[in-house]
C-alpha cells in the first residue's frame, strides 16, 4: 500500500510564495510518476504538474510553479511562485505506477489560500 502524506499549505498574500511537500510511504518505488493536482470550490479537480520520465506543467502555473523529487527520500515537492487568487484550492498529491496509465495513489490534500 502507498501513503502519500502533504503538508505546507497556508495562507498568502497574491504574489507571495508556498512551498509544499509530499512525503511518500509504503511500496513505492522512484520510477513512479508523482503529480500535484488542485480542487476550488465548485470546480472539479485539475492537473497542475507532473515528474516522471518527463515533467509536465499545466499551462496556468507554468513560469510560476516547479514540481522537484528527492527520489532517495521518496519526496515531491511543489514551489509555488507569483501566487494568485485563483490559486485557491485543496492541493493534491498523487502516484502512479510506470504501467499505468492514471494516477492510482492520492493524498488527502492540504489547503491553499492566497488573499488579494
Known amino acids: 500500500q502507498v501513503q502519500l502524506i502533504e503538508s505546507g499549505g497556508g495562507l498568502v498574500q497574491a504574489g507571495g510564495s508556498l512551498s509544499l511537500s509530499c512525503a511518500a510511504l509504503?511500496?513505492?518505488?522512484?520510477?513512479?510518476?508523482m503529480g500535484w493536482f488542485r480542487q476550488a470550490p465548485g470546480k472539479e479537480r485539475e492537473f497542475v504538474a507532473s515528474?516522471?520520465?518527463?515533467?509536465e506543467y499545466a499551462d496556468f502555473v507554468k513560469g510560476r510553479f516547479t514540481i522537484s523529487r528527492d527520489r532517495a527520500k521518496y519526496m515531491t515537492y511543489l514551489q509555488m511562485n507569483s501566487l494568485k487568487p485563483e490559486d485557491t484550492a485543496v492541493y493534491y498529491c498523487?502516484?502512479?505506477?510506470?504501467?499505468?496509465?492514471?494516477?492510482?495513489?492520492w493524498g488527502q490534500g492540504t489547503q491553499v489560500t492566497v488573499s488579494s
Open positions: 509504503g511500496r513505492i518505488w522512484s520510477d513512479y510518476t
Open positions: 498523487a502516484a502512479r505506477r510506470p504501467s499505468s496509465g492514471v494516477f492510482e495513489f
Open positions: 515528474s516522471g520520465v518527463t515533467t
